[in-house]
């Protein structure tokens, strides 16, 4: 038998490597609390029963006096906010843990570093843990700077996807409890069917019990995996409601039966799927307890309904005592007293807990509450605290805080739930997406209910970024504004090709009502009588464009008002986003619940990696590598564009234009394409001319350009230009191409051939000029003009051309010939000089932004901005390897060597299509993995003896594939169901 000694030692090293392996594996606490299980008996149901005397609990019960029992019930508040310990609200919170023997605390604004500090210090005062809770309805970053604020439940109903609900509520418990957190005032069950709520709104999931029930059960279990208690809250229901019971008491005046079919509901759910804790409301129900007072301070909703009727024996806790719908009715003392009454266990945010301790205990003294009901309250109480071993562990690790908040997965959620709750409720004339070719200037008008003039900065940014939009100016409206303002806003509006009108109102406690003010209703109505196309974007309120005549042309609900809500539908704007969202609630005279015009997104978005199935962590190896080479001299500077899927999973740049180190690189920064120009401008031009059917591959090339069947040329192909397979020699030495394009031009009609056309492939600049004279001569424009007209401007990528030569442009990353002229703007490939800088071989100029569309294009059959710019079988034809002895050239792209060296590593698939550039570019699509990678350097610079692109590149490739760790997210959800 195993001696006491032995098993301490056994359960002390078990305990340490719990520790450690949290540490290691991040859980949030010792173990989860799962939904319906205490975390010390799993499997059993809590219960108000006496906890065992051996048990931490027990004892601590038996130890009390009726004192003790009573503060432990009183929760009390204090800001996150750094506070010098010897200031008086801060020396009161202390005493008021130290001295009167508080329970709880709940967490009010702060940064993640001060809470954590000062749940430490009040924790190691308190004789007894303290069970320290957060309102967390939309992630810890709704109280907390800094942490990870989520979309509101509302855009999370209108996902339909529950999985995103238990990711929310898991995520939140992990950040709460690395904030010292153990208590989530979440989810809310409130059913929202009152669009007039001026509190619950986009708190709430929506206005269907069954949907409300599906996320809020959801979230219970996420949060309650996670290691905290969910708080389903407000019983029995706030969700139809047009009064604030901040500020006044809410009144519902319906029976049982409609109690039962609507807001009743949802609470059950989350009751059957474990929930540990319920926040009663502030609602006075008088057709159902006679006594018309507060939920939270009625005995026959309280007690009777929820404890007995529904069977509910977990922690309740009232809303704050602090809110007028019960100030304005009971004193500080007799609110104490009644919610206990009620059946209430936690007493929160008491304006007076000495003056509420006192009323409290006369009570008891006085037989008015029974002994037994303080004894059930504080033995839930005591089993919570020991459930979630705040009696072994009841402060956290800084580390752990710095490691878990605003953790880069968090943030990958929420920006993935904004993206998916989007609900488009009307779009006039196509009026969404705005897309090349066309080209806007906008005008944005912001309405907002704050005076905070950063408000929707996040959407003005990314919007002015879209493609489609030339120029962007701004204006807002927000209480500091009149009736000039307005009449001027109206008066630019006529300037502009579109207007887009985000409205920011917010859920605000203690204000009384949300949505439009008459000025901003009534500027809407006036802007959208105009001419010029309105789309107008609701942050925050989706009730806004009630009542609106007439109605803005395109409707954008986003729910939320954070950050990624704002990027969210900015790329919708642009076509980066779909709208997948389905009304969670009806929109009087707008739209009904369940509604949603859904668009696919069609251009790429930046996102995150981990939203395309790709590792950041990996992705970032990029960093180390491209300034390792750096600094070993291979190039000044890079731009890189990763893109997967949907989005782009990387868009950076790295280092200078030049070694002196006076002009950073940009994502907008132009480089020297070199020979990535035969296939971004020759082959493309050449495949939109196949498509066309103005070209036939295997037509001789002197059908095209007559002079070219000089010397025995006469039977060359447009394909053996393509494949390199023509017999054309690789280059035209200095003294052979003639003082002007035309003399050039006239040496290579008259070349001689070096080898048996289509016998072999050889590398040359000659067929990529020839095929360039080829679109001229069919398209009858100059080859620039064509690429822009047919290539650029169709694909947004308005920062690619041609330059002419001898002109210096500073947005253009430097290189150097081989005569030691710096050019900055002007071709380095001497020939494509000698063709005044527009040739098929060299000459083009881009940023990895634009390149970035190119390959969305490529890697999306064809497709980009909602329109079909090459056909899938084109793509096709023209990226497969062909058939050339010793040759993995394929139509103008180069293919994946089978073995040996590839610029495109050993990770790139076999199927494989690319290219680079002797100025240190290149590109490169793996069709099976729908991924491209594109590396901009300026290697070339400050000369081009430099060779060490050769290891780069590959390296680069390898681990951009090797971060791939999935599939990338489908474009659009599945069907949902309906709710």
Request: with cysteine; glycine share 8%.
């Amino acid at each position: 038998m195993m001696s006491s000694s032995r098993r301490s030692f056994m359960a002390a090293g078990l305990v340490v490597v719990l520790a450690v392996a949290a540490l290691i594996f991040g859980a949030p606490g010792p173990v989860p609390l799962s939904a319906g299980s205490s975390m010390s008996d799993r499997g059993a149901a809590d219960t108000a029963e006496a906890p065992p005397k051996s048990s931490w609990a027990g004892r601590q019960f038996r130890d009390m006096t009726l004192d003790e029992k009573i503060a432990q019930l009183f929760v009390v508040r204090i800001d996150g906010e750094f506070q010098n310990a010897n200031t008086p609200s801060y020396r009161e919170t202390v005493a008021l843990v130290e001295e009167f023997g508080a329970g709880g605390l709940i967490f009010g604004p702060g940064t993640p570093m001060t809470q954590i500090a000062m749940a430490n210090d009040l924790q190691a005062k308190a004789e007894r843990p303290l069970l320290v809770a957060q309102d967390t309805e939309w992630g810890v970053g709704m109280r907390i700077d800094a942490a990870t604020s989520f979309p509101p439940a509302m855009a999370i109903g209108a996902t339909r996807d529950a999985s995103h609900a238990y990711r929310v509520g898991y995520a939140t418990a992990r950040e709460a409890r690395a904030l010292g957190v153990h208590q989530l005032y979440a989810p809310v069950a409130d059913v929202n069917n009152n669009p007039k709520n001026p509190i619950i709104n986009v708190r709430s999931f929506g206005e269907s019990p069954s949907l409300v029930g599906t996320m809020a059960s959801a979230f219970t279990r996420g949060a309650q995996r996670g290691g905290t208690l969910a708080t389903v809250k407000h019983f029995p229901g706030h969700g139809d409601t047009d009064v604030d019971s901040h500020i006044n008491l809410p009144v519902l005046r319906f029976d049982r039966s409609r109690l039962d079919s609507l807001e009743l509901p949802p609470f059950r759910q989350a009751f059957d799927a474990g929930v540990r804790s319920v926040m009663t409301g502030h609602l006075a129900l008088p057709e159902i307890a006679a006594d018309s007072v507060p939920a939270t301070l009625s005995r026959p909703l309280t007690h009777g309904l929820l404890r007995e009727e529904l069977g509910f024996d977990g922690l309740v806790v009232t809303d704050a005592l602090n809110m007028q719908a019960v100030t304005r009715t009971f004193g500080v003392g007799e609110t104490a007293v009644r919610v206990l009454e009620a059946g209430a266990d936690l007493v929160l945010m008491s304006t007076n807990p000495h003056a509420a301790h006192q009323a409290v205990r006369q009570a008891v003294t006085s037989g008015r509450i029974d002994t037994t009901e303080i004894n059930d309250s504080v033995r839930r109480l005591l089993r919570v605290k020991q459930d979630l071993r705040l009696h072994e562990t009841r402060r956290v690790s800084l580390d752990t805080t710095r490691h878990r908040v605003a953790q880069r997965s968090h943030e990958v959620l929420a920006r993935t739930v904004a993206r998916e709750s989007l609900t488009l409720l009307a779009n006039a004339d196509s009026l969404l997406p705005l897309t090349p070719p066309e080209q806007h200037d906008a005008l944005v008008v912001t309405l907002s209910d704050s005076e905070y003039p950063g408000t929707g900065d996040t959407f003005v940014d990314r919007l002015r970024a879209q493609p489609a939009i030339e120029t962007l100016d701004t204006r807002r409206l927000d209480p500091r504004s009149d009736s000039t303002d307005v009449n001027d806003h109206l008066a630019d509006a006529a300037d502009y090709d579109v207007v887009v009108v985000p409205s920011f109102l917010r859920v605000q406690a203690w204000s009384g009502s949300i949505g439009l003010s008459d000025m901003h209703h009534d500027f809407l109505e006036d802007l959208a009588g105009t001419d010029t196309p309105v789309a107008f974007v609701a942050f925050g309120n989706p009730y806004a464009p009630t009542g609106l005549e007439p109605a803005p042309d395109a409707i954008l609900a986003a729910y939320g008002s954070g950050e990624a809500s704002q990027r969210a539908a900015a790329q919708a704007l642009g076509g980066g986003a779909g709208t997948p969202g389905r009304l969670p609630v009806t929109i009087p005279g707008v739209a009904e619940k369940g509604e949603g015009r859904r668009l696919a997104p069609v251009a790429p978005r930046e996102g995150p990696p981990e939203s395309v199935g790709m590792d950041g962590a990996q992705l970032a190896r990029l960093d180390t590598l491209l300034r390792s080479a750096m600094l070993d001299g291979a190039f000044p500077g890079a731009a890189v564009a990763v893109g997967r899927g949907p989005a782009l999973a990387r868009l950076d740049a790295y280092g200078y234009h030049t070694y002196d180190e006076t002009k950073p690189v940009q994502t907008g920064t132009q480089y020297d394409l070199a020979s990535l120009t035969k296939v971004v401008a020759t082959t493309t031009a050449v495949m939109k001319l196949y498509e066309a059917d103005s070209l036939e591959l295997d037509a001789p090339v002197a059908r095209y350009l007559p002079d070219f069947a000089q010397n025995g040329k006469e039977a060359v192909t447009v394909r053996q230009l393509l494949t390199h397979s023509s017999g054309l020699k690789p280059y035209l030495d200095p003294d052979e191409r003639g003082p002007t394009r035309a003399a050039l031009l006239d040496t290579l009609m008259a070349q001689p051939l070096t080898y048996t056309p289509g016998t072999r492939s050889t590398y040359s600049g000659l067929n990529a000029i020839a095929l360039m004279r080829i679109v001229e001569t069919i398209s009858g424009r100059p080859f620039d003009a064509f690429c822009r007209t047919h290539i650029f401007e169709p694909l947004g990528m308005d920062q690619t051309g041609f330059y002419d030569t001898d002109v210096t442009r500073a947005w253009v990353a430097p290189t150097t010939d081989t005569a030691g002229t710096r050019r900055r703007g002007s071709v380095h490939d001497p020939m494509a000089r000698d063709m005044d800088g527009v040739s098929g071989n060299a000459g083009l100029f881009s940023t990895a932004a634009d390149l970035a569309r190119f390959g969305y294009m490529l890697t999306h059959e064809g497709r980009i901005d909602g329109r079909q710019f090459l056909e899938p079988k084109t793509i096709e034809t023209f990226t497969a390897q062909a058939d050339v002895p010793g040759s993995t050239r394929a139509l103008g792209w180069d293919t994946k060597s089978a073995e040996g060296y590839s610029s495109a590593g050993d990770e790139f698939s076999a199927a494989s299509f690319g290219h680079t550039g002797y100025t240190g570019t290149s590109f490169w699509v793996d069709p099976a993995e729908d991924l491209f990678f594109v590396l901009l350097t300026n290697r070339v610079y400050p000369d081009d003896t430099a060779d060490r692109i050769t290891q780069v590149r590959p390296r680069a490739a390898d681990i951009v594939h090797r971060a791939i760790d999935g599939p990338p997210r489908p474009l659009l959800p599945g069907p949902a169901p309906e709710q």
